[in-house]
């Protein structure tokens, strides 16, 4: 088993934003990052102070989503400042991490 230092990168946003088909084929098609994850928030606030919640009577359709990646630290770096200047992404946060990958 290989270990190798990666940063894991999370980018926080709403469904009403319509930037998640574009940013996942952005880190497909064009970085090839090494893996993505998709979270869809039952709940959540951002710095409106807006509550956005899946309950039944306030069910809304402006959920928080998490997007998630990871990649060699160079490669995550550049990654996030595409981003941030071409898709005006605000709320991106990344830490150092350590992957465990088992040879295929």
């Known amino acids: 088993m290989a270990a190798q230092s990666i940063t894991v990168v999370r980018i926080y946003l709403r469904e009403a934003e319509h930037l998640l088909t574009k940013i996942i084929d952005f880190l497909h098609n064009e970085e090839k990052v090494s893996g993505v994850t998709v979270l869809q928030g039952i709940m ?21 989503l998490i997007i998630e990646f990871y990649d060699l630290p160079e ?25 465990h990958l088992r040879s295929l």
Request: charged share 15%; proline share 4%.
């Open 44 to 64: 959540g606030f951002g710095p409106d102070g807006q509550i956005r919640t899946s309950r039944l009577l306030d069910l809304s359709l402006d959920l928080p």
């Open 75 to 99: 490669r995550a770096e550049s990654v996030i400042n595409h981003l941030q200047n071409h898709m005006g992404l605000s709320h991106v946060v990344s830490w150092s991490a350590t992957s």
